[in-house]
């Protein structure tokens, strides 16, 4: 896993349908599709930055390609990996901006399938990356993130906005 410091973000992973990035002990997944290798780069970076930092918070931002129902495997390893999750995370959000009807559909399927799994880590679906950072910062206020919340949103904020990149783009 190659690892581009940026100086306060880090690019821990792109390539697979996923961009991760590092800020501090938060990872942000950028989520165009949704596969295997993808799934297990979110792994290897989850547990990266927990023997970094400790305790970590995790905020997946889900772009409309990525809206379809993986396959069980896929399916399954996901399970898998956000099981693993759960035992390091002080909190997860996922962020859907997609507007109008189609948008608050999907955000309120994640809303209840994020109540219906009962996990022990705090987790919230929002419209807004901006909205969901700030949400992740109150849930450890003596993180360093709380003092670069400003940057961190624009930062996120420009991860959830920009267009996405052709897959196969980074894939080598």
Known sequence: MSILDTGFGRVLHERHGVSIHGFYELMVVVYQSISLPGLEAVSAAQRQLNEQHGRIAGL???????????EPTVRAYGQ???DEFDGMAYASAVVLNESGMGGAFFRSVLTGIHLASRRPV???VF?????AVAWIVSKNPASQLAGRIVELQRRVGHLAQAGPRPMGARDR
Do not use: K, V
């Not at 889900?62 to 129902?69: D, H, I």
């Not at 419209?127 to 909205?131: T, V």
């Open 60 to 70: 997946s931002i889900l772009r409309s390609e990525a809206l379809t129902r993986p």
């Open 80 to 82: 898998t990996i956000s």
């Open 122 to 124: 705090p987790q919230r």
């Open 127 to 131: 419209a807004s990356s901006d909205e």
